[in-house]
């Protein structure tokens, strides 16, 4: 098949070799992790007949409408489009040996082409079993590392499309139970430390106006609100999506989890986010976020959230989980200012950066010099081990807070 072959056959008034080349394609985006169904590949169909086949601007813009739903998933598919509409084994020649070359310059590819490249590889055959005749050779059993210990250990940014699936079924496992404040509010409890006089007072009145016993009361305990602020730029575009699934866990989890996202501008996604079903969740954000894979302006976001949001989540000591590289497009304008703010109206300002997974990691950006200094703790997130840490230290006993420099 020489290299336009698979777009000459879009060409050629053979709708079979057509309808051959949409199923394929869209096989290969369903296991890159797209959501591809029948649906789309009839309306695929249906959008190529209406623009100029012989235009691969016009046919990958047909495509690109009907078959991507989520903000996430422009790259991937144009990855596969470029690869595939050229030539299926030109292509997937091509996006192997891209993989062989970042292997042995020690760098990664892009998230999106390794996805691909792995969704056109073709599936390895099993090993043929012996003939039963044969003895089968003497196998050593020998103490190796699970698949579940090395997925919980493995960066999100190197995950495969099947190991990012992996990673969101044990993300929906795990639970924050923040330790329970007490309130101002009370309740009726016979073993109360605090004696309720007008209570006591009420029911002696059934008693002629003696008191026969003490009401008593103790204050309500719930657990503190938590606030979730997620850098979705360019730069944390990938952690974000896996991170994404954690905050709907937790927020159908549990109670007051209130969930921002910002690029160059804060969107309040809490509502979204509570719909049950994941995907459901994640499209209805995708639809409200127009600043995905944008720039990053982590100062005017902050500001905006303490002059608009915060006197509204922040109450009854709550938690801030503040997600971001700290990498500001803006040089750190305003932002210390904004991160010191935040910090004195919540109880305990949580900095997750991803960029902590480096061990020679060094605080060199304005952003991140600036923010430091005013929070409670500056932890790493990403991967499966440090959210699971993460939620063991929110789950545990809470330290003071240290005082401000």
């Keep these: 098949m020489s290299e336009f072959a698979a777009m000459d056959a879009l060409t050629r008034p053979s709708r079979g070799a057509l309808a051959d080349n949409l199923l394929a394609f869209a096989r290969i985006l369903r296991r890159t992790g797209m959501r591809v169904g029948t649906a789309d590949v009839l309306a695929a169909a249906e959008a190529i007949g209406l623009v100029d086949i012989a235009d691969r601007r016009q046919v990958h813009a047909a495509l690109r409408g009907v078959m991507v739903r989520r903000h996430e998933d422009f790259d991937v598919f144009d990855q596969a489009f470029l690869l595939f509409w050229r030539d299926p084994e030109a292509g997937r020649n091509a996006a192997a040996m891209a993989m062989l070359e970042g292997f042995k310059q020690e760098r990664k590819a892009p998230p999106s082409t390794r996805r691909v490249a792995e969704a ?12 039963p005749t ?33 990673a969101k079924k044990e993300i929906r496992k795990l639970v924050l139970p923040l330790d329970a404040r007490p309130t101002r509010r009370f309740r009726p409890d016979p073993q ?23 009401a008593r009361r103790r204050k309500v305990t719930r657990p503190p609100p938590l606030v979730a602020l997620c850098d979705i730029s360019g730069s944390m575009a990938r952690y974000a999506q896996i991170l994404l699934h954690f905050l709907h866990a937790v927020t159908n989890d549990r109670d007051r989890v209130h969930s921002f996202l910002f690029g160059t501008r804060l969107t309040n996604v809490t509502r979204q986010l509570k719909h049950k079903d994941a995907e459901v969740a994640f499209e209805l954000v995708s639809h409200i976020v127009p600043d995905w894979s944008g720039g990053t302006r982590i100062g005017e976001s902050l500001e905006l959230f303490n002059r608009q949001w915060a006197k509204r989540v922040l109450g009854q000591g709550a938690v801030v989980l503040l997600i971001t590289d700290g990498l500001d497009r803006e040089g750190a304008k305003g932002l210390a200012d904004a991160t010191d703010r935040l910090r004195r109206s919540c109880r305990r300002l949580i900095w997750l950066n991803p960029l902590l997974r480096y061990e020679g990691f060094q605080p060199r950006s304005q952003g991140i010099r600036a923010m430091l200094p005013h929070v409670d703790e500056f932890r790493p997130v990403h991967n499966l081990q440090s959210l699971r840490s993460l939620v063991e230290t929110l789950s545990g006993p809470q330290p003071g807070r240290r005082m401000a420099a």
Excluded: W, Y
């Design 192 to 214: 109360g430390p605090v004696v309720d006089l007008r209570a006591t007072i009420r029911a002696s009145l059934h008693e002629g106006g003696e008191i026969l016993t003490l």
């Design 120 to 131: 056109m590889t073709p599936p390895k055959q099993p090993p043929r079993e012996p003939p």
């Design 134 to 166: 044969e003895e089968k050779p003497p196998v050593e059993v020998a103490m190796t590392v699970s698949e579940r210990e090395r997925l919980q250990s493995m960066d999100f940014e190197a995950m495969s499309a099947a190991e990012i699936a992996e």
